[in-house]
């Protein structure tokens, strides 16, 4: 025990010291603001103008806190009351994940709202960003969430998914709607979508500017568990040809097909066809949705694929009807992902693309500026993507 | 910082000491099993047959962590690798709120769900009670619960709350339903009725089971912040005679009134009038029940005062037509709460709702066993009163 004690008494007195160099820096702008992902009357953790967010916690017997966010940990810096506090560097606009550190315990801020993704419920933070109207809260007609809980047969168990209903899907009862088919990413759930994407506020602001024709979007739970013996590539790595292994997605798929859209088509008034029917998804939801529809152009007419891949010429050699059935393939990334050339899972995504739209298919490329693999990528794929939707 | 530190490592070695006296009581029963409402693929927390729960963080540099619940603080031991780990004394069948400490920082268990109550997003656990059927996820027909936005003129400002539609809302579009106003308790918001309290899979298994008429239920954001001079009375206190002040639910009252009963009945099917509006609430929102339904007895047929006080034959004398118009007047409480005498607001609740009855009015009194001021309390409340609403 003293051993150890005499090991954190350094360790303490080191931290302390990468604390004061950090916070020595100039450039922190003195703007800061309560997040508006905060718990009620907390008023931490804030944001600047610069992107900086600054955590606060209470921690009076810790000899070490950290704040994590974007893979960086940042040491916090104690006052003589026990409350520690510190800023990270500036994040891109937007949604995203963090932590704190207690002398090695991994924990969520308490101060914070909480939400699944890097498979936990954790902290998150809205850094506010230029084009934010888009997805903003407004006295418009909303639509709305709906928790649906029903019997899946594929996996013999219980299940629920989050279903959008727009604005007057409840004014007129003999009015019909196509559906959209919303994937999340790995790590994350069928909440990822409306807490994060804030998908629902995003479809009432393009209706209610009529940029978007009203549809329903459906929004389940599509994790994959991945075998023992496979991994993933790790970031700037070039996966292997092998990965992810064949058949990875037809649970998922099998659920979709089977339990999923019919449980759909038998509890909403939707229009019931394949011109009436998309998929689309981010990262591991984009793969699963290139999956699906490559196996089932008879069931969907639209596919979007965000920071997912792409598909390719070779794909549609090997998907008899995909070319002349689907309406639009359209795949997107945030430019920082291309930068760092995240673009996997089927070379060059907007040569890709370009392949497709070559050969007579109508493809839709999308960059989101200044945003890497994160939530700001596709709120605004969401956002170009469905004005592009149902256009018959 | 050193001298700090010294204190820290004795407070270490003292809660060593503290911890080994714990654990080595003999009664732990060894077959702890993962808690329901843990994150995806968590070991722990896990809770046993007598009702303990055990909680588990790695946190390989703290000094100190405790397990915080039923306002008792548990110190965790710590084993080589750094994963502290112990348990509680056994809890009441239910649900609890619970946090950890960690060198002094309250912190949410990483490992579980979060939930608002106690007025934060904190960890909550599931302890498995012998009454659970009624509220387990069963494969029977479901409700939805709906995320509905709108504009509040009374507060000028955008405002959802979360709508119970019955099973078959959407089957029939000529029916129309009655509905209740559920309330949340202080330091809650309109997320615990259906997280925690699990209002929807008690009203689909009872309509399931033929014993309650489908309805709607309302549950929306009663918070009501108390003024610096007041306080409200401590666990075991009597209230001092100006608490909570008067008017303290009138904004609450005019939102309710004026705003979110005039908007649900504009959006859903609902059977518009006094005979078919009910409203409830525990703890706070039965207080705001009763001041609500005391002053507007044309606007409700239908009481439940859940932990939140009785209606006297005083209120009563000074609340024109409430005596006459008034179908039901139902009050519950757990039993541990009025053993501690924790029926504050109006004397004796039993002898209040009797003398109602004595002149004729329907009343129900309704004691839920071995329960406290907690959520099986009120699930259970909710179980009896549903069934006894709107019989015509």
Request: hydrophobic letters at 35%; proline letters at 7%; a neutral charge.
């Amino acid at each position: 025990m003293k051993h150890r004690s005499v090991f954190l008494i350094l360790a303490a007195l080191i931290s302390g010291g990468i604390c004061l160099a950090q916070t020595n820096q100039p450039a922190v702008v003195e703007d800061f603001k309560p997040s508006s992902v905060n718990q009620p009357d907390k008023q931490y953790p804030q944001v600047n103008s610069e992107g900086r967010v600054r955590v606060s916690i209470s921690a009076p017997q810790a000899l070490r806190v950290q704040f994590d966010i974007g893979a960086v940990k940042y040491d916090l810096t104690k006052d003589d009351k026990g409350v520690w506090i510190g800023e990270c560097a500036p994040q891109d606009e937007g949604f995203h994940y963090y932590q704190l550190w207690v002398d090695g315990a991994a924990v969520p801020d308490p101060n914070s709202l909480y939400f699944y993704g890097a498979s936990r419920w954790g902290s998150g933070i809205e850094i506010p960003a230029k084009d934010q109207d888009f997805y903003t809260l407004k006295n418009v007609p909303h639509g709305q969430v709906r928790e649906h809980f029903y019997f899946s047969k594929s996996n013999n168990s219980m299940r629920h998914c989050f279903v959008y209903t727009p604005p007057d899907y409840d004014k007129d009862f003999n009015k019909r709607y196509p559906v959209l088919y919303l994937q999340h990413g790995g790590g994350e759930d069928e909440t990822g979508w409306s807490n994060q994407g804030k998908a629902n506020l995003i479809m009432d602001n393009l209706i209610a500017e009529g940029k978007a024709r009203p549809f329903i979007i459906v929004m389940d739970n599509g994790t994959w568990r991945m075998p023992e013996q496979a991994r993933p590539p790790r970031q700037g790595e070039r996966p292997a040809g092998n990965w992810p292994p064949p058949g990875w997605a037809d649970v998922f798929k099998k659920t979709l097909l089977e339990d999923i859209i019919p449980m759909i088509d038998a509890n909403y008034r939707t229009l019931a066809d394949q011109p009436h029917r998309a998929m689309a998804g981010l990262s591991m939801g984009g793969m699963q949705t290139r999956v699906v529809t490559l196996a089932s152009p008879e069931k969907f007419s639209y596919v979007g694929i965000f920071s997912g891949g792409s598909i390719s010429m070779e794909d549609i050699k090997t998907a008899p009807g995909f070319k002349e059935k689907i309406k639009l393939v359209f795949v997107s990334y945030g430019s920082r992902e291309l930068e760092n050339r995240r673009s996997a899972f089927g070379g060059d995504p907007k040569a890709t693309t370009d392949s497709l739209k070559a050969v007579g298919m109508n493809t839709h490329f999308y960059v989101s500026p200044l945003t890497a693999h994160e939530w700001q990528s596709w709120r605004r794929s969401l956002h170009e993507f469905a004005p592009l939707l149902f256009k018959d």
